[in-house]
């Protein structure tokens, strides 16, 4: 019997699911009954008041790294796709361009 069959996504998908199932059972009987408190719903910060202030500047920085990884990655699979000619060339040099316009702001 060939047992490859069972790595097949949807077989192992019905196999990995009770069996995911049994472990998070498990894992309920070993930690016990919860004994919810104010204590342990308050916000930990090391002994401290937490901060009522935002601390988050925005999604700005946020945004051009993602654009630079994007940019990046996507250029790199195009570049890796194709083959070694000059309209590669020219599109590395875009890639660049757009990297360091990321880079500059």
Same mark, same amino acid.
């Given at each position: 019997m060939d047992? %490859?069959?069972?790595?097949? +996504? +949807? &077989?192992?998908? *019905?196999? =990995?699911i009770p069996m995911v199932l049994i472990i998070v059972g498990f894992g309920k009987i070993l930690?016990? +009954?919860e004994h919810p408190n104010d204590i342990k719903s %308050?916000? =930990?910060s090391s002994g401290e008041?937490? %901060?009522?202030?935002?601390?988050? +500047?925005? $999604?700005q920085p946020f945004f051009l790294v993602a654009f630079f990884f994007? @940019? *990046?990655?996507?250029?790199?699979? @195009?570049l890796? %796709?194709?083959?070694m000619t000059w309209t590669t060339? @020219? $599109? &590395?040099v875009g890639v660049i361009f757009a990297l @360091?316009?990321?880079? &500059?702001g």
């Amino acid at each position: 019997m060939d047992l %490859s069959i069972i790595l097949t +996504p +949807p &077989l192992a998908f *019905l196999i =990995y699911i009770p069996m995911v199932l049994i472990i998070v059972g498990f894992g309920k009987i070993l930690a016990g +009954p919860e004994h919810p408190n104010d204590i342990k719903s %308050s916000v =930990y910060s090391s002994g401290e008041e937490g %901060s009522n202030l935002s601390a988050a +500047p925005g $999604y700005q920085p946020f945004f051009l790294v993602a654009f630079f990884f994007a @940019v *990046l990655h996507l250029g790199m699979l @195009v570049l890796g %796709s194709g083959g070694m000619t000059w309209t590669t060339g @020219v $599109y &590395l040099v875009g890639v660049i361009f757009a990297l @360091v316009a990321l880079v &500059l702001g």
